[in-house]
Protein backbone atom coordinates (compact mmCIF):
# COMPACT_ATOMS: atom_id res chain seq x y z
CA UNK A 1 0.00 0.00 0.00
CA UNK A 2 0.74 3.77 0.17
CA UNK A 3 2.58 5.23 2.63
CA UNK A 4 4.96 8.24 3.32
CA UNK A 5 8.10 7.92 5.46
CA UNK A 6 9.30 10.98 7.58
CA UNK A 7 12.71 11.86 10.04
CA UNK A 8 12.20 11.33 13.45
CA UNK A 9 12.17 14.40 15.47
CA UNK A 10 12.63 16.80 17.31
CA UNK A 11 14.88 18.73 15.08
CA UNK A 12 16.40 21.71 17.13
CA UNK A 13 18.48 24.34 15.06
CA UNK A 14 19.89 27.56 15.98
CA UNK A 15 18.49 31.04 14.11
CA UNK A 16 19.86 30.98 10.61
CA UNK A 17 20.97 27.69 10.33
CA UNK A 18 20.16 25.89 6.85
CA UNK A 19 16.84 23.07 7.27
CA UNK A 20 16.49 19.61 6.14
CA UNK A 21 13.97 17.11 6.68
CA UNK A 22 13.53 14.25 4.61
CA UNK A 23 10.33 12.32 3.08
CA UNK A 24 10.64 9.05 1.69
CA UNK A 25 7.20 7.91 0.00
CA UNK A 26 5.79 4.27 -1.62
CA UNK A 27 2.88 4.62 -3.56
CA UNK A 28 1.14 2.72 -7.21
CA UNK A 29 0.84 5.62 -9.65
CA UNK A 30 1.61 8.88 -9.93
CA UNK A 31 0.77 10.35 -6.34
CA UNK A 32 1.05 14.05 -5.95
CA UNK A 33 3.26 15.29 -2.92
CA UNK A 34 2.85 17.78 -0.04
CA UNK A 35 4.42 19.18 2.80
CA UNK A 36 2.07 20.79 5.70
CA UNK A 37 2.95 23.05 8.66
CA UNK A 38 1.30 22.94 11.79
CA UNK A 39 1.89 25.91 14.34
CA UNK A 40 1.27 25.71 17.84
CA UNK A 41 -2.47 25.31 18.37
CA UNK A 42 -3.67 25.24 15.05
CA UNK A 43 -4.59 23.16 12.37
CA UNK A 44 -2.27 21.97 9.15
CA UNK A 45 -1.95 24.69 6.70
CA UNK A 46 -0.37 23.78 2.90
CA UNK A 47 3.12 24.58 2.72
CA UNK A 48 3.80 23.60 -0.82
CA UNK A 49 3.03 21.15 -3.02
CA UNK A 50 4.35 18.90 -6.68
CA UNK A 51 2.32 17.32 -8.99
CA UNK A 52 4.33 15.63 -10.46
CA UNK A 53 8.47 14.28 -11.24
CA UNK A 54 10.98 17.18 -10.94
CA UNK A 55 8.55 19.87 -9.99
CA UNK A 56 9.75 21.86 -7.42
CA UNK A 57 7.38 23.51 -4.78
CA UNK A 58 8.16 26.39 -2.47
CA UNK A 59 6.94 29.02 -0.50
CA UNK A 60 8.43 31.09 2.70
CA UNK A 61 11.82 30.68 1.89
CA UNK A 62 10.87 26.22 1.83
CA UNK A 63 11.45 24.12 -0.94
CA UNK A 64 10.86 20.78 -1.80
CA UNK A 65 11.70 18.49 -5.34
CA UNK A 66 9.66 15.72 -6.24
CA UNK A 67 12.22 12.97 -7.39
CA UNK A 68 10.94 9.86 -8.67
CA UNK A 69 13.96 8.15 -8.82
CA UNK A 70 15.07 8.12 -5.19
CA UNK A 71 10.69 8.16 -4.22
CA UNK A 72 11.73 11.07 -1.87
CA UNK A 73 10.55 15.10 -1.36
CA UNK A 74 12.89 16.56 1.25
CA UNK A 75 12.16 19.94 2.50
CA UNK A 76 14.76 22.15 2.78
CA UNK A 77 15.25 25.87 3.84
CA UNK A 78 18.39 27.68 3.44
CA UNK A 79 17.80 29.88 6.71
CA UNK A 80 15.24 29.38 9.67
CA UNK A 81 13.68 31.59 11.63
CA UNK A 82 12.39 30.97 15.24
CA UNK A 83 8.87 31.94 13.60
CA UNK A 84 9.57 28.24 11.48
CA UNK A 85 9.11 26.52 14.83
CA UNK A 86 6.18 23.83 14.06
CA UNK A 87 5.48 20.65 13.22
CA UNK A 88 5.67 19.67 9.56
CA UNK A 89 3.93 16.61 7.72
CA UNK A 90 4.72 15.43 4.58
CA UNK A 91 2.03 13.86 2.64
CA UNK A 92 0.78 12.03 -0.46
CA UNK A 93 -2.51 11.59 -2.31
CA UNK A 94 -2.87 9.28 -5.88
CA UNK A 95 -5.10 10.81 -8.88
CA UNK A 96 -8.73 10.32 -8.19
CA UNK A 97 -9.04 8.80 -4.81
CA UNK A 98 -8.55 12.86 -2.39
CA UNK A 99 -7.30 10.75 0.43
CA UNK A 100 -4.23 11.62 1.70
CA UNK A 101 -1.59 9.44 3.51
CA UNK A 102 0.30 11.64 6.02
CA UNK A 103 4.03 11.01 7.61
CA UNK A 104 4.46 10.76 11.14
CA UNK A 105 5.73 15.11 11.17
CA UNK A 106 8.57 16.29 12.60
CA UNK A 107 8.83 18.83 15.22
CA UNK A 108 11.32 21.76 14.46
CA UNK A 109 12.38 23.98 16.99
CA UNK A 110 14.42 26.99 16.20
CA UNK A 111 15.87 28.89 18.85
CA UNK A 112 17.26 32.49 18.95
CA UNK B 1 -13.73 34.97 3.81
CA UNK B 2 -14.85 30.79 3.47
CA UNK B 3 -13.66 28.99 5.96
CA UNK B 4 -13.94 25.65 8.00
CA UNK B 5 -14.62 25.63 11.91
CA UNK B 6 -14.77 22.59 14.17
CA UNK B 7 -16.86 23.03 17.36
CA UNK B 8 -16.62 22.48 20.34
CA UNK B 9 -12.75 23.28 20.78
CA UNK B 10 -12.15 21.03 23.70
CA UNK B 11 -14.27 18.52 25.35
CA UNK B 12 -14.03 16.52 28.11
CA UNK B 13 -16.54 13.60 28.38
CA UNK B 14 -16.74 10.03 30.09
CA UNK B 15 -16.31 7.04 29.00
CA UNK B 16 -19.59 4.98 27.42
CA UNK B 17 -20.87 8.84 26.61
CA UNK B 18 -22.09 9.15 22.84
CA UNK B 19 -20.07 12.68 21.78
CA UNK B 20 -20.72 14.50 18.81
CA UNK B 21 -18.17 16.80 17.10
CA UNK B 22 -19.21 19.47 14.72
CA UNK B 23 -17.28 20.24 11.46
CA UNK B 24 -18.26 22.97 8.92
CA UNK B 25 -17.30 24.55 5.82
CA UNK B 26 -18.05 27.67 3.82
CA UNK B 27 -16.68 26.70 0.63
CA UNK B 28 -19.06 24.22 -0.86
CA UNK B 29 -16.47 21.72 -0.88
CA UNK B 30 -17.75 17.77 -2.09
CA UNK B 31 -15.21 16.29 -0.34
CA UNK B 32 -15.11 16.12 3.20
CA UNK B 33 -12.21 14.26 6.19
CA UNK B 34 -12.19 13.34 9.49
CA UNK B 35 -8.67 12.83 11.09
CA UNK B 36 -7.01 12.45 14.76
CA UNK B 37 -4.04 13.00 15.74
CA UNK B 38 -1.94 11.47 17.89
CA UNK B 39 1.90 11.51 19.05
CA UNK B 40 3.97 9.19 16.65
CA UNK B 41 1.22 8.19 14.28
CA UNK B 42 0.73 11.35 12.59
CA UNK B 43 -2.95 11.90 10.99
CA UNK B 44 -5.14 8.91 10.11
CA UNK B 45 -8.19 9.00 8.29
CA UNK B 46 -11.00 7.91 10.18
CA UNK B 47 -13.90 8.68 7.68
CA UNK B 48 -14.45 11.02 4.57
CA UNK B 49 -17.55 11.61 2.10
CA UNK B 50 -17.31 12.51 -1.40
CA UNK B 51 -20.79 14.57 -0.99
CA UNK B 52 -23.95 14.93 0.17
CA UNK B 53 -25.31 11.05 1.51
CA UNK B 54 -21.68 9.68 1.00
CA UNK B 55 -19.63 8.16 3.88
CA UNK B 56 -16.87 6.33 3.70
CA UNK B 57 -14.60 4.41 5.82
CA UNK B 58 -11.40 5.10 6.37
CA UNK B 59 -8.28 3.21 8.56
CA UNK B 60 -9.36 3.29 11.92
CA UNK B 61 -13.11 3.92 11.77
CA UNK B 62 -13.62 1.53 14.36
CA UNK B 63 -16.06 3.67 17.13
CA UNK B 64 -16.79 6.65 14.14
CA UNK B 65 -19.79 7.42 12.44
CA UNK B 66 -20.42 10.52 10.48
CA UNK B 67 -23.62 11.34 8.13
CA UNK B 68 -23.57 13.41 5.52
CA UNK B 69 -27.01 15.31 4.76
CA UNK B 70 -25.92 18.71 3.24
CA UNK B 71 -22.56 19.91 1.74
CA UNK B 72 -21.24 22.22 4.60
CA UNK B 73 -21.27 19.90 7.72
CA UNK B 74 -19.76 16.59 8.31
CA UNK B 75 -20.40 15.82 12.13
CA UNK B 76 -18.33 13.18 13.71
CA UNK B 77 -19.74 10.71 16.08
CA UNK B 78 -18.61 8.56 18.69
CA UNK B 79 -20.86 5.94 19.63
CA UNK B 80 -19.51 4.90 23.01
CA UNK B 81 -16.51 6.75 24.21
CA UNK B 82 -13.04 4.96 25.02
CA UNK B 83 -10.40 6.27 26.48
CA UNK B 84 -8.37 5.22 23.56
CA UNK B 85 -10.31 7.82 21.89
CA UNK B 86 -9.07 10.50 23.76
CA UNK B 87 -7.16 12.68 20.86
CA UNK B 88 -7.17 15.92 18.72
CA UNK B 89 -8.98 15.17 16.04
CA UNK B 90 -9.31 17.78 12.64
CA UNK B 91 -11.83 18.18 10.01
CA UNK B 92 -10.54 19.13 6.88
CA UNK B 93 -12.58 19.51 2.97
CA UNK B 94 -11.38 19.62 -0.46
CA UNK B 95 -13.13 20.70 -4.11
CA UNK B 96 -13.81 18.66 -6.76
CA UNK B 97 -13.17 20.98 -9.78
CA UNK B 98 -10.78 23.77 -10.44
CA UNK B 99 -6.91 23.72 -9.83
CA UNK B 100 -7.10 22.37 -6.29
CA UNK B 101 -8.55 19.50 -5.90
CA UNK B 102 -5.65 17.73 -4.53
CA UNK B 103 -5.75 20.21 -1.64
CA UNK B 104 -7.02 19.87 1.47
CA UNK B 105 -8.25 22.81 3.76
CA UNK B 106 -7.84 22.57 7.69
CA UNK B 107 -10.29 23.05 10.84
CA UNK B 108 -8.22 23.97 14.26
CA UNK B 109 -9.23 21.08 15.88
CA UNK B 110 -10.84 19.44 18.81
CA UNK B 111 -9.31 18.39 21.70
CA UNK B 112 -11.09 15.04 23.21
CA UNK B 113 -10.36 14.18 26.49
CA UNK B 114 -12.47 11.02 27.31
CA UNK B 115 -12.16 10.10 31.41
Known amino acids: GNSVTQMEGPVTLSEEAFLTINCTYT??????LFWYVQYPGEGLQLLLK?????DKGSNKGFEATYRKETTSFHLEKGSVQVSDSAVYFC???????????FGTGTRLKVLA | DAEITQSPRHKITETGRQVTLACHQT?????MFWYRQDLGHGLRLIHY???????NKGEVSDGYSVSRSNTEDLPLTLESAASSQTSVYFC??????????????FGPGTRLTVL
Open chain 2, 92 to 105: ASSPTSGTSTDTQY
Open chain 1, 27 to 32: ATGYPS
Open chain 1, 50 to 54: ATKAD
Open chain 1, 91 to 101: ALTTSGTYKYI
Open chain 2, 27 to 31: WNHNN
Open chain 2, 49 to 55: SYGVHDT
